[in-house]
């Protein structure tokens, strides 16, 4: 089982930056895809951008392409999400899930198996 912890998020302006941490307990963090997805006030929850166990392929939404970079360090077990030029589309709460998916960074929630408590992300206008 894994458990997973996000910090990062906040209150940016628009076309700021953020970045968010998702650690994970557990000896077997590089066992897993990791994935990052949001959910905003009234919407259901969407895939943001995912990464394999060994960090060797990624996955984005369309909306985040070429602004948001997922990257992780298995050395200690965390994963992250550098958001760049954020809009306030952005605005959701983020959360990290572990999937057992090793080779593909799925886009469907009901591939992840393990799930954080989530992070608030404000972007204000």
């Known amino acids: 089982q894994v458990q997973l912890v996000e910090s990062g998020g906040g209150l940016v302006q628009a076309g700021g930056s953020l970045r968010l941490s998702c650690a994970a307990s557990?000896?077997?963090?590089?066992?897993?895809?990791m994935g990052w997805f949001r959910q905003a006030a009234g919407k259901e929850r969407e895939f943001v951008a995912g990464i394999i166990w060994s960090g060797g392929s990624t996955n984005y939404a369309d909306s985040v392409k070429g602004r948001f970079t997922i990257s992780r360090d298995n050395a200690k077990n965390t994963v992250y999400l550098q958001m760049n030029n954020l809009k306030p589309e952005d605005t959701a709460v983020y959360y990290c899930?572990?999937?057992?998916?090793?080779?593909?960074?799925?886009?469907?929630?009901?591939?992840?198996?393990?799930w954080g408590q989530g992070t608030q992300v404000t972007v204000s206008s």
């Open positions: 557990g000896r077997t963090f590089s066992s897993y895809t």
């Open positions: 899930a572990a999937s057992t998916k090793r080779y593909y960074a799925s886009r469907s929630h009901g591939d992840y198996d393990y």
